[in-house]
């Protein structure tokens, strides 16, 4: 870190007699990062400015999340550290049984709602097996998306009357799997999604003589927006056309089954943002289903799939990151047009099934990782040019001298010309390194003037906005975007991120987050805000450490500042398994956090990889490694490159090292 020199300081001075005035408050942090539009009710700032966590919303206690990662580092759970909590979970599965309940009551739905979860939104055992227990009072079940996930589901959900939903391709395997589970007490429902799945079930249902519960997936003509929206429409990769699902009924009449379709399902796509497009795809659904009880079909349940958002940004818009509807919004929504459509053609309503995923998934957990350092543009005061400097450094110089909030745009464009000259008349050979250096120097200080007035401003001009960006400090932080939050990378998802600590002081640098690969799209450079997105984060300049007695044992860290924490939130859904090993980062460690009457209990620790578990994913064996530096060492030392000593403390790293983790330690 360089040292703040003239200019800057004179910015932070103005800044501390302001502050003097006026100082920081939690309520400004909490604005300022929008904790309660996305965290509510689960994470608020206490008064020491840390965030906390209120695992069970308003019916339970709370915990210190900085308070808790420092305890859970003193038990050698190392950052970036992924801290699930258990009752977060819980409480948005009540939550969503809750809001069909309440809707199932307001409107006199005369039948039920039983949601099932989409294993691939997360499928680590300990939370599927959370789920299946914390669902049991609401018969909540799971969904599967393929064979694999149709293991888990199988073995894991033990609730009577759940239900076991079959998504995705299917071949005689599954079928016939998933038609035998009825044996042992699951409601396995088998939606086929393709024309061929029809025969196949058919197939199966002949040799096993065991008639299975079958779906139908309809390709809706509503389409969903944003990201997701090509799951509907006649592209959409999955369901059957209406013309298909015609077909398919008149296949199981001829196979006498028609017995046997019972649900009707759909799935626009995830993160629906817009509830008009929720009603639109309701509407529609409730109408195909009408038909087919007409058809003679044994219709008992309307799957309505995924889609329901969440307010990543805390908007409550329909930006994609957002969502303009409640969840009470949404059951309401689809009770009311289900029970509309039935009863105007006297059909039985049907069960209700939803396959929320990230709407159940991604309150749980939280990414905590550290700061390792930073690289701040802090420009200094230059000394003024003499005459014999060339005239475009002296033309810079007073371009710098002359910025004030009546000319601050037009300094603005005569700064980059002058830089952009200076640079071309480098490349010509008429400028010398030094020069170049100072005129770069005055150039940083002609944008740090200029921002200054420009965040004073209430409106800046479009071509001022890319300052924030350029003045930017990068922050280098300890984690992989690639293994910790894949959809930041390959889909600009957008997760709130905010530090977790000193949020009682003002945070007076913008930065964008660069992580731990040597990649260049391994970065943070979008953030949350009230509308659409910031480029630059708010965060604190990272303090210096105490000085150490001189006569203490230091454990020397890597750092020379201290611990500055950051947190993504949100993350629970779809992150974890997406995550890849770029680099070679591995997964992070993991606890399982759940509230008790004292304080909190660490209900599981998932270790993450260790160095000799990710090189082992691409076919590496430790062992061999090892041997094969012993003997590289064994040659140096013979032909003297190398000392003993030297030899040993090598080997002992290199042996070390593999059995880490794959992180920097602070
Ligand atoms: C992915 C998926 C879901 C989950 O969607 P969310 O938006 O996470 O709720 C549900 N059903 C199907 C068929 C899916 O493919």
């Known amino acids: 870190m360089t040292e703040p020199s003239i200019v800057a300081a004179n910015l932070e001075i103005e800044h501390n007699d302001s502050a003097l005035v006026k100082r920081w408050t939690i309520e400004q942090s909490e604005e300022l990062y929008r904790i309660q539009g996305w965290g509510e009710p689960y994470f608020s700032i206490n008064a020491a400015g840390h965030v906390t966590v209120s695992p069970q919303a308003d019916r339970g206690g709370s915990l210190d999340l900085y308070e808790l990662v420092n305890a859970l580092k003193q038990r050698n759970l190392g950052l970036p550290l992924l801290i699930r909590f258990s009752d977060i979970l819980e409480d948005r599965i009540e939550r969503l049984n809750a809001c069909f ?14 949601g099932v979860f989409p294993t691939k939104c997360n499928q680590q ?12 009072r609401h018969q909540f079940g799971l969904e599967a998306g393929s064979k694999p996930e ?3 589901a199988l073995a894991t959900l033990d609730t009577p009357g759940a239900l076991l939903v079959c998504n995705g391709y299917k071949d005689h395997e599954y079928i016939e799997t998933a038609t035998l589970a009825q044996r042992l007490g699951h409601i396995p429902i088998i939606v ?44 959409a990769k999955f369901g059957l056309k209406i013309p298909e699902i015609i077909q398919a009924v008149e296949k199981l009449r001829q196979a006498d089954m028609l017995d046997c379709l019972q649900l009707l399902h759909y799935h626009i796509g995830s993160q629906i943002s817009a509830i008009s497009v929720i009603k639109d795809a309701i509407r529609e659904a409730s109408q195909i289903y009408v038909e087919l009880a007409r058809l003679g079909a044994n219709m008992q349940y309307l799957d309505v799939g995924g889609g329901l958002a969440v307010d990543y940004d805390g908007s409550k818009t329909n930006f994609y990151a957002s969502k303009n509807y409640s969840m009470q919004n949404y059951a309401n929504d689809i009770v009311v047009e289900v029970k509309e459509a039935c009863e105007e053609r006297q059909i039985p309503v049907p069960t209700l099934v939803s396959e929320s995923g990230q709407a159940i998934a991604a309150h ?10 930073t690289s701040d543009v802090l420009p200094d005061l230059p000394e003024p040019p003499s005459p014999q400097d060339p005239l475009l450094l002296r033309n810079l110089y007073e371009t710098y001298e002359s910025i004030s909030v009546d000319n601050y745009q037009e300094a603005y464009h005569d700064a980059n010309q002058f830089k952009e000259e200076i640079i071309s008349k480098f490349g010509f050979g008429y400028i010398s ?13 002609c944008c740090a003037k200029i921002l200054a007035i420009v965040r004073q401003q209430d409106y800046v001009p479009d071509d001022l906005e890319d300052l924030e960006k350029i003045m930017a400090s990068i922050y280098y932080v300890n984690f992989s975007v690639f293994q910790s939050a894949p959809d930041s990378w390959a889909i600009d998802q957008l997760f709130p991120i905010m530090p977790i600590h000193r949020l009682d002081e003002e945070p007076t640098r913008r930065a964008t987050l660069a992580d731990l690969t040597c990649d260049s799209d391994g970065k943070v450079d979008q953030f949350i805000d009230l509308r659409d997105i910031k480029y630059v984060l708010e965060l604190h300049p990272l303090n210096p450490l ?25 993350n629970g859904a779809y992150q974890e398994v997406m995550g890849n090993l770029h680099n070679l980062f591995g997964d992070t460690n993991a606890v399982h956090i759940k509230l008790t009457p004292k304080g909190y209990q660490i209900e599981h620790v998932v270790k993450g990889d260790t160095m000799t578990e990710v090189l082992s994913y691409v076919q590496y064996d430790s062992e061999d490694l090892i041997e094969k530096i012993r003997r590289r060492t064994e040659q140096a030392l013979q032909d003297n490159q190398i000392t003993l000593q030297e030899a040993r403390l090598l080997l002992q790293n290199y042996e070390h090292s593999l059995s880490r983790y794959t992180y920097l330690s602070s």
Do not use: C
């Open 150 to 152: 149709l293991m888990i």
């Open 433 to 445: 390194l030094p020069d170049r250096a100072r005129a770069e120097r005055l150039y940083w200080a």
């Open 192 to 235: 086929l999604e393709q024309a061929e799945e029809v025969e196949m079930a058919i197939e199966a249902a002949r040799k096993l003589g065991v008639k299975p519960i079958l779906g139908i997936r309809a390709k809706l003509s509503t389409k969903g927006v944003g990201r997701w929206g090509n799951s509907a429409g006649d592209r």
């Open 546 to 570: 105490e000085p150490q007695p001189p006569d203490q044992p230091v454990n020397q860290p890597v750092n020379q500042h201290e611990p500055y924490y950051l947190a993504m939130f949100l």
């Open 364 to 373: 749980q957990s939280v990414l905590v990782f550290d700061v390792l350092s």
């Open 101 to 114: 309940a309440k809707a199932i009551a307001r409107y006199s739905y005369p039948g039920a709602y039983r």
């Open 125 to 136: 055992r300990h939370l599927i097996e959370d789920l299946v227990r914390f669902g049991k």
